[in-house]
């Protein structure tokens, strides 16, 4: 199969920078608000940040991944002193919780980088975060071109048959427009 450069774009996190100032959030739920900027909902966002305030702990985390079960992961860790359930740390929307998922539909968020045509120079939310928790890097890597027609059309099926055909239209309208926007 033909290998072929593709540019990868994470989002690195310095989490003990972080203040808890929900800008990240604020900026990413305008952005993708429909049409772009017309309104403001931190449960929209595709970046949440876990808080406790008594105990100083800050940590943004990015939408990855649907779930489509719950996991077993109830652990505890203590990372310099500070403790940090394990849900804290996942990037999916999962049934035991309700982050990560638009808060009318119940559909899964994901991150998409702030993607758009033209493209930005970083993300918004590494735009705004001021104390420079998210700090936005590129690199290059040699990958397996692959595109799978079957499991597009499984993918699609598997999200028609869980949120019926008008919920998943609609998605796909919002996501087209918020591109074009
Ligand atoms: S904008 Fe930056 S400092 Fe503010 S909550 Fe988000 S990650 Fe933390
Ligand atoms: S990169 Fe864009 S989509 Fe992802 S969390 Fe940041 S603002 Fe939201």
Same mark, same amino acid.
């Given at each position: ?66 779930? %489509? *079960? ?9 990372? =310099? ?5 394990? $849900? @804290?740390? &996942?990037? %999916? *929307? ?9 808060? =009318? ?5 994901? $991150? @998409?980088? &702030? ?67």
């Amino acid at each position: 199969m033909a290998k072929i450069k593709k540019i990868i774009k994470t989002i690195r996190i310095e989490a003990d920078k972080c203040n808890g100032c929900r800008a990240c959030e604020i900026i990413c739920s305008a952005y993708h608000a429909e049409p772009k900027y017309s309104s403001v909902n931190p449960a929209r966002a595709r970046i949440q940040v876990m808080s406790y305030r008594l105990k100083n702990i800050w940590l943004p985390v990015f939408a990855g991944e649907h779930a %489509a *079960a719950e996991c077993m992961g109830r652990n505890t860790y203590v990372i =310099d002193g500070k403790e940090y359930p394990e $849900c @804290d740390f &996942c990037r %999916a *929307a999962c049934p035991s919780r309700d982050t990560f998922k638009e808060p =009318d539909s119940g559909l899964p968020l994901k $991150c @998409d980088m &702030c993607e758009s045509d033209p493209p930005l120079a970083v993300p918004k939310c590494v735009e705004k975060c001021l104390n420079k928790v998210l700090v936005y890097e590129e690199r290059e890597e040699e990958v397996e071109e692959e595109i799978r027609p079957e499991d597009v059309h499984i993918g699609l099926q598997a999200m028609i048959d869980k949120y019926g055909l008008q919920k998943v239209t609609d998605t796909f309208s919002r996501f087209n427009a918020a591109k074009r926007g």
